[in-house]
């Protein structure tokens, strides 16, 4: 008999052992779930899914508050999405990059969800998966901008995917060893990570002065970006994510991205919004960038935009970038692009985050939820910061709250702590000490009332342990 959520369990069970038997005889190394959780030995074996909840093959309960990488915004298993993939896949199912009945209604969907300035402006290329998406939009820029305008300007901290030029934009060492990358003029700069300022200010005192850093580059040609002399710009492409949740939940100051969008307007800049984790609806609004004011050139999107049931993902921008190659067709082409398939999923999931008011609850239930983590923040000195909109929501953990020195170990205790509870959290950010909340925007308030107590009761194990 397998146990509920909140109850603790053997991890992994005997089934899960005996079935990970064969992905370690057969599958290769290197693959993420061998370090997930609590790694390979002990992550067990998921059989099915339904709402906010996953059981693994022992028949044990587990609360998703990671959404699979924010992935599954109906819950796992959205019925109304199956329901219309099961139906278009009794009619055709793929055609190989060619119109479609379900791409023409895709394009006109997502691109009626554009925010700001976008809005009646927008346009839509579809790709496969968030690392795909990057790679496009960072093409589609480059198309657009004249040359010499090659570089890219991205931020410490972020997360662009795993193929090649997003791989370069990204700036963690890790991921980067021994993997080839295409482009070398690439820029990075500290992101407002206000908990932790790379230059030792305090918010909101310091005025933004990481901005001011940012514009003083393009002030002499000694930065590598632009000639104020002779009014050259390298610059074709910024790309930032509006909330950095590779980093752990990491969110920009609200009057940041309006200094982001001056200084892209007025050196002729590319602005990449990649919304691949955190939009979507996530934050309450359709896209977080919506929150600070701004409209960028170009969105990324994957992840929630088919609802978890297809990898699908769309650069969506403003016409004029978009078309830069209009006239020189098949400069964007690939075998799964517009899949009738994936463009239904998506279709439905808009759909159905309309027809359910999901962007209300998503803002609803993440202040519920975020008040829930500043109440544990009062209770357990581990917890430094609180921050996030919406459901999208990340804590730190540090040993001492004035020193600020990260708690890793405590922190991958209380993960691993929590799976044998029955709740799966995400660990992630640039110290190994913070965590993320990316649930389902299905979640109840009674799940995250349960999701709060066995937080709180790993805190109390860890403070106690360490």
Known sequence: MGKKCG????????????????????????????ATFDGEERIPVFERQSGVRQWDVDGNEYIDTYGPFAASCLGH????????VYKQSKKMMHVADMPTIPRAEFVKELAGIAPGEM???????????????????????????PDPQHGIISFYGAYHGRMSAGLSATPCAYYREKVPTIKNDITRIPFPYCYRCAYGKEYPSCDLYCLEAFREMFRSPEYGLYDPRTKTNLVSTLIVEPAQFHGGGV????EYFKGIREICDEYGIVFVADEIAIGMGR????????????????????????????????????REIME????????????????????????TTIREIKKQNLLEAAAKKGAYFKENLQQLQKEHTLIGSV??????????????????EPAAQETEYIVKRALEYGVLINLSSYYGNRMTFMPPYVITEADIDLVTEVLGRCLAEAEAKF
């Open 7 to 34: 109850e603790l369990r053997q991890v992994p069970g005997p089934k899960s052992a005996g079935i990970k038997k064969d992905l370690f005889e057969y599958e290769g190394g290197g693959t993420y779930w061998r």
């Open 77 to 84: 298993t959205p019925q109304a999405v199956i329901d219309e």
């Open 119 to 145: 809005k009646g402006n927008a346009v839509v290329h579809s790709e496969v998966g968030g690392s795909a998406a990057v790679e496009l939009a960072l093409q589609v820029a480059e198309y657009y901008t």
């Open 251 to 254: 969110y920009a100051p609200m």
């Open 283 to 318: 934050t309450g609004k359709w896209w977080c960038i919506e929150h600070y004011g701004v409209t960028p050139d170009l969105i990324t999107t994957s992840k929630a935009l088919s609802g978890g049931v297809w990898p699908l993902s769309a650069v969506l921008g403003k």
């Open 324 to 347: 830069a190659w209009a006239g020189h067709p098949d400069k964007h082409m690939g075998t799964w692009h517009g899949s009738a398939i994936g463009c239904k999923a998506a279709t």
């Open 387 to 404: 921050e996030g909109i919406g459901l999208g929501l990340g804590i730190e953990l540090v040993k001492d709250r004035k020193t600020k």
